[in-house]
């Protein structure tokens, strides 16, 4: 962990705090699934900040909720969808080495045991969570209740204040490629301007005599499109995407199969696909 | 309330498609996930969505919780949360707070905030927050619990958004030089 620049690390903290843009969040959701370090580093921070989801008041949903997540589960067994993007982690640890267990009892121990240091950090505690009343008791839905140095700015200064909305290059699009609950394989890149593709291998190579050929999948057209067959080398570019609709190549999804080497030999797949995906929006920084 | 060690019983016997064992699940975190995407999307239906499509990811990558990693109370709401944050994001150019719903949402209880009952981790958390500026107290406790944009912040604060945008980094990182991260 030591090895990421403060950008990375201030790009970890500020995902988990909440405040980065669309497209900064689906970047840094692409480097979790590509990148097992960072996503620990992005997990670290959501262990920590986590502790703040004690102070926030439970309310119950409503009974529909359940039934609509039973629902959607039942499906999802029968339908096994491609569940993207998932960070790569670690398979489930046994559960008999129980480790909350330990990491629990300590916690009381160590409670009991630091209630002197607890009693000098209490002011600065006290104060703190004075501030949390006032927002999470009334900050949320009144404003109106709220001292005037808490409240949000009225809707005439905000006009005033709101810089005009940075010009932006053309939007990117990714896809991570991976198989169900496992790790990618692919990264595919859409540049929206140029509908140009790139497809950069990050996991499997092909078995030899062999070729992996990328597919257009769409409900919107009769049958899966190729896209040609994914090169050997890291990163394989082509412009074939100009020839779709922008609707299409938004929505689709895209999936690798397993063809005779140099690809299909009449434009149909062969193999169910190994590993796919659908492209989210994410754009390139600015700077 | 069920003990994390028992939540991670159960998200074990969930991953192994355990539907009794997520039933029990949902009963034991949903008013927590509950609260905390409402506070961010502050509306009730944009909120059950969010949950509703948390917990099927739950369900559905619950094999890949690392208990070593996370606790599993964090962990569930921090998929609830991730969601209602991508949502807010999403739906930036349209205010939320000027749905007439969103009042609806005072009906909440916030919990007890009796010190006995924080873990030693939100201590040592709050005891690194108190040493920011009280600006920068209420700006990362603003962004984290509302889930507001560098945008919305700016507006608060009265200050350019790129100034905000120094303002969190730095405050992120005097918080992990404090914890020791």
Not at chain 1, 11 to 16: C, F, I, K, N, P
Not at chain 2, 54 to 62: G, L, R
Request: charged content about 25%.
């Amino acid at each position: 962990m030591m090895a990421y620049s403060e950008d990375h690390i201030a790009l970890a903290a500020e995902y988990v705090l909440g405040t980065l843009d669309a497209g900064e969040r689906a970047q840094v959701d692409t480097m979790m699934s590509v990148d097992k370090n960072f996503t620990a580093m992005v997990l670290a921070w959501e262990q920590k900040l986590g502790a703040l989801n004690q102070m926030v008041g439970s309310v119950e949903p409503r009974a529909e909720v359940w039934e609509k997540i039973r629902a959607a589960i039942g499906q999802s067994e029968q339908q096994a969808p491609i569940v993207l993007p998932q960070p790569e982690l670690e398979p489930f640890a046994p559960v008999a080495e129980a480790a909350p267990v330990v990491a629990d009892t300590s916690n009381v121990i160590r409670l009991a045991a630091n209630a002197r240091r607890w009693r000098t950090i209490a002011t600065v505690t006290s104060a703190i969570a004075a501030a949390l009343v006032v927002m999470i008791g009334v900050g949320v839905s009144r404003p109106d209740l709220l001292p005037g140095g808490v409240r949000p700015a009225s809707k005439t200064q905000v006009a005033e204040v709101k810089p005009a909305p940075a010009p932006r290059p053309s939007a990117q699009y990714v896809a991570v490629l991976q198989k169900d609950g496992g790790g990618p394989a692919f990264i595919l890149t859409v540049d929206e301007a140029t509908r140009n593709f790139t497809v950069r291998k990050v996991g499997a190579s092909a078995e030899p005599g062999s070729s992996f050929e990328l597919w257009l999948i769409s409900d919107k057209l009769p049958k899966p499109r190729s896209l040609g067959v994914i090169g050997n080398g890291d990163f394989t570019s082509r412009p074939l995407l100009t020839g779709y609709d922008a609707d299409i190549v938004k929505s689709a999804t895209y999936a690798v199969t397993v063809e005779q080497s140099g690809g299909s030999p009449d434009g149909n797949p062969h193999s169910t696909p190994i590993f796919a995906g659908k492209l989210i929006e994410t754009v390139p920084p600015a700077r | 309330m069920l003990t994390p060690a028992e939540l991670v019983w159960l998200i074990a016997a969930v991953a192994k498609g355990d539907q009794a064992a997520f039933e029990r699940l949902y009963a034991a975190t949903r008013a927590k996930l509950f609260g905390v995407v409402l506070r961010i999307l502050r509306r009730q239906d944009l909120a059950e969505e969010v949950i509703q499509e948390a917990y099927v990811k739950i369900w559905n990558s619950a094999g890949l919780f690392n208990p070593g990693q996370s606790s599993p109370i964090t962990w569930m709401a921090s998929i609830a949360r991730n969601r209602a944050i991508d949502v807010v994001r999403k739906r930036s150019e349209t205010s939320i707070e000027e749905e007439p719903a969103a009042m609806e949402v005072a009906a909440d209880t916030p919990d007890p905030l009796a010190r006995r009952e924080m873990t030693e981790d939100l201590k040592r958390l709050l005891e690194c927050v108190g040493q920011l500026e009280p600006d920068r107290q209420k700006l990362v406790l603003l962004a984290y619990y509302n889930g507001w944009s560098r945008e919305q912040l700016a507006e608060k604060f009265a200050a350019p958004v790129n100034t905000v945008k120094t303002w969190l980094r730095r405050s992120m990182m005097d918080i992990r030089e404090c914890l020791g991260l």
